[in-house]
């Protein structure tokens, strides 16, 4: 499968005092057409800013510093202002945790998913009116010529996430950028979720890169999976090779701690020690203070990412 997306090298600082806070660190990563790729790791570690960064959305006073992004064979990086508004929404959608980021409360949901088909599309207010409608049953929202009138605070956290998911999909990108779609919901609702996620991924062609702290949803979903600590990537790997042979001690504590919570361990297993701060980030291997494998070498010296297996790599001087 070739590659729809190429991040190389990709460096993301943010203003700090006496210098830079390197939030993200010469992270590369790439999605093959049709794959979803899950991005783990704990807050903090830059896997949200990552995947801001391919739409040009960082945060100010935040800033991409270097690197590329390589979509359908160009460099998003050097795109004009004008050209990346075409890319945002048409090409590269994104769903968020929070439905309400992507929601206006003002407007109701049809008039928000038609404006975006009208602006790309050039499409008429009638036409942009019924796709809306056919992107909302396309999501499962029952009677959707009702709920196609409907505010966004009318409707259930679910339903919320559905509307906006049906927003993103109305533009049929190519990728879809899905950040911790699921993480405010409840069990039930969360795996109804999951699911659609994975019915229209299929039905659409698209590639979708998940962002998680949960390796629970992306055993579920994933083909691939780019663990990120501190800023940088520790670990990529298929799915099952993650689960079987994670070689990387970050990922074998997160393992570690996801396994003996579905077994109801009366101790939960944790990492122990936090995420560093990115005004403090420890030098050498950023994971050494909580690492039980740790050597006099992971104490100054980063430690780069190695292939240390057929599609295994990972950053870390036990290899
Ligand atoms: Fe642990 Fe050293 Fe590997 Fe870092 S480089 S994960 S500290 S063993």
Redesign the pocket.
């Given at each position: 499968m070739p590659n729809l997306l190429d991040i190389q090298d990709l460096q993301v600082h943010f203003p700090a005092p006496g210098g830079v806070a390197k939030a993200v660190d010469g992270v590369s990563y790439s999605v093959m057409a049709g794959e979803t790729l899950g991005v783990v790791g704990e807050s903090g570690c830059g896997k949200t800013l990552s995947a801001l960064s391919i739409l040009r959305l960082v945060p100010p006073p935040g800033k991409i510093a270097g690197g590329k992004i390589v979509f359908e064979g160009a460099d998003l990086l050097t795109l004009s202002n004008e050209e990346m508004r075409k890319v945002r929404g048409k090409k590269i959608g994104m769903i968020f945790q929070e439905p309400m980021t992507a929601l206006n409360p003002v407007f109701t949901i049809g008039d928000q998913i038609a404006e975006g088909i009208r602006l790309h599309f050039g499409a008429s207010r009638q036409e942009a009116w019924d796709r809306a409608i056919e992107a909302l049953r396309a999501v499962h929202i029952s009677s959707p010529e009702q709920k196609v009138a409907d505010y966004p605070h009318r409707l259930s956290g679910g339903m919320r996430q559905r509307a906006m998911i049906a927003m993103a999909l109305s533009l049929s990108p190519a990728l879809l950028l899905a950040d911790e779609p699921t993480t405010a919901l409840d069990v039930t609702i969360q795996a109804q979720i999951l699911e659609l996620l994975a019915e229209l991924k299929d039905k659409f062609s698209m590639s979708v890169i998940l962002i998680t702290h949960d390796l629970g949803v992306v055993a579920q979903m994933c083909e691939r999976v780019v663990v990120m600590y501190a800023g940088r990537v520790?670990e990529t790997a298929p799915v099952r090779e993650i689960f079987a042979n994670p070689k990387?001690?970050?990922t074998q504590g997160l393992l570690d701690s996801v396994t003996s919570r579905r077994r109801g361990d009366g101790r939960l297993r944790e990492i122990k020690g936090v995420v560093p701060s990115l005004m403090d980030t420890p030098p050498?291997?950023a994971?050494?203070p909580r690492?039980p494998?740790?050597?006099d070498?992971?104490r100054v010296k980063i430690?780069e990412l190695k292939k240390v297996g057929k599609e295994t790599e990972t950053?870390?001087?036990?290899y």
């Open positions: 520790a990387h001690p970050y050498g291997c994971f050494h690492c494998k740790v050597m070498v992971c430690p950053a870390c001087w036990l």
